[in-house]
């Protein structure tokens, strides 16, 4: 009897011992790794970029209700009409109506061409879906009410689309008839604009003026210094100035730097910018001109560019990269470097085996390491390694358990 106590005693303290090991196991790492994978690095600066471009400002003289034909951001020829303008408020209202129902008709008109399943992107419609439902959201979350009967719409007509796509069409057949049937109503009703206004110079149309236009042109690039940049201050708008039109052809983006900072760039470099905007979120520039400061302890490198749109045409300011080369490779952590008999390498996790491979290092931003990608030979560093960025006692043909 006593024997069976012992030994029920010894089987539960064996069971104790193993839940306790599997417990610390789970817990305590004796090693931490990272995945190796293939990434693309740039090595630049950065810099807050200023546009500089050539824009006209855009007045109206008041006297109407104006009805923009060209949308914010949209590009506009010389002579062309952006605005209608009218008498009364009501014809403005009518307009909108007007914009509101051509646009029905157009998704609709869509949707009945659209039902080819196999041609249609659902992953992207679906995604459309979400992202319209969250802003409808937030909408009225936040008390934006004004939007959403428009966020409301942008939802449905993605739900319709999906179901276009799928097959699935509903008869639009009578709201078709009665949207068509409203638009001749509202055409009938609108009055003749009273006046235009037209752009004096083709170019893309902005809806806002910042203050800026007179201050930061290309008439005069060798002023742009950074004495200069620190005392400019945006005028103020006139009530007049409904917009302006930003030239199309080359711009400018300028810089302030350090004086060490501008030696790495010369006159005539072609360089790509890494921007913020969605749109062109790699800018092709070449460097115009570099003016130092009186002190000089600093300069202003000048990018031109030709590329616009209506992003860029929009915007004065924001945070870039100038880059001066490209790698590509595999990225690693700095911490993860180690020297072993004079090579340089990395330790990688095999199943349980510790094992140091080699590593030509290419570019490192400081914090990680990009590694030239080589053979799959078990010699060097390979794609998806488990590389060991945190460990004891590290060497080759060590057993971790």
């Known amino acids: 009897m006593k024997g069976t106590t012992v030994l029920k005693g010894f089987v539960i303290l064996l069971i104790a011992v193993f839940a306790v090991h599997q417990a610390v196991s789970s817990i305590y790492k004796p090693v931490k790794t990272e995945t190796a994978v293939f990434s ?6 950065n810099i807050t970029g200023i546009i500089i471009r050539n824009e006209t400002l855009v007045t109206s003289s008041g006297g109407g209700v104006m009805h ?24 403005s209202i009518t307009l909108e109506r007007l914009d509101s129902v051509n646009g029905k008709i157009a998704d609709i008109e869509e949707m009945l061409s659209y039902n080819d399943l196999e041609a249609a992107d659902l992953d992207m419609i679906n995604s459309k879906i979400a992202r319209n439902l969250n802003s409808l959201i937030l909408s009225g979350a936040n008390g934006n009410y004004d939007s959403f009967s428009e966020k409301s719409e942008e939802l449905l007509s993605t739900y319709n689309r999906r179901q276009a796509a799928m097959g699935q069409t509903a ?26 206004l037209k752009a004096e110079m083709s170019g893309y149309f902005v809806s ?52 060490n900072e501008s030696l790495n760039y010369k006159e005539g470099d072609n360089l790509t910018l890494y921007t913020s905007v969605k749109s062109y979120p790699k800018l092709p520039v070449t460097v115009s001109k570099i003016n130092i400061s009186e002190s000089g302890s600093s300069a202003v490198v000048l990018f031109a560019c030709n590329d616009m749109n209506s992003e860029l045409a929009s915007m004065r300011t924001g945070p870039m990269t100038v880059v001066k080369k490209e790698y590509s490779g595999l990225k690693v952590p700095k911490s993860a470097l180690r020297v072993v008999d004079s090579k340089r390498g990395v330790y990688v996790l095999t199943g349980m085996q510790v094992k140091f491979v080699e590593v030509n290092v290419i570019f490192t931003d400081g914090e990680y390491l990009i590694c030239e990608k080589q053979t799959d030979d078990n010699s060097v560093l390979r794609l998806y390694d488990e590389v060991i960025v945190k460990g004891k006692n590290l060497y080759d043909g060590k057993i971790i358990s």
């Open 68 to 91: 923009f034909i060209i949308g914010d951001g949209n590009r506009v020829a010389k002579d062309g009409v952006i605005a209608n303008i009218y008498d009364s408020e009501s014809a």
């Open 208 to 259: 806002n003026a910042d203050g800026y236009e007179n201050s930061l042109k290309c008439d005069n690039l060798d002023a742009i210094t950074p004495e200069y940049l620190e005392g400019i201050k945006a005028e103020s708008v006139e009530d007049s100035v409904v917009g302006k039109i930003v030239s199309d052809y080359e711009w400018y983006i300028a810089a302030e730097v350090t004086i």
């Open 40 to 45: 693309d690095i740039a090595d630049g600066l």
């Open 171 to 196: 008869d639009f057949s009578a709201q078709l008839t009665a949207l068509n049937a409203e638009r001749e109503q509202l055409s009938a009703s609108l009055p003749t604009a009273k006046s235009t």
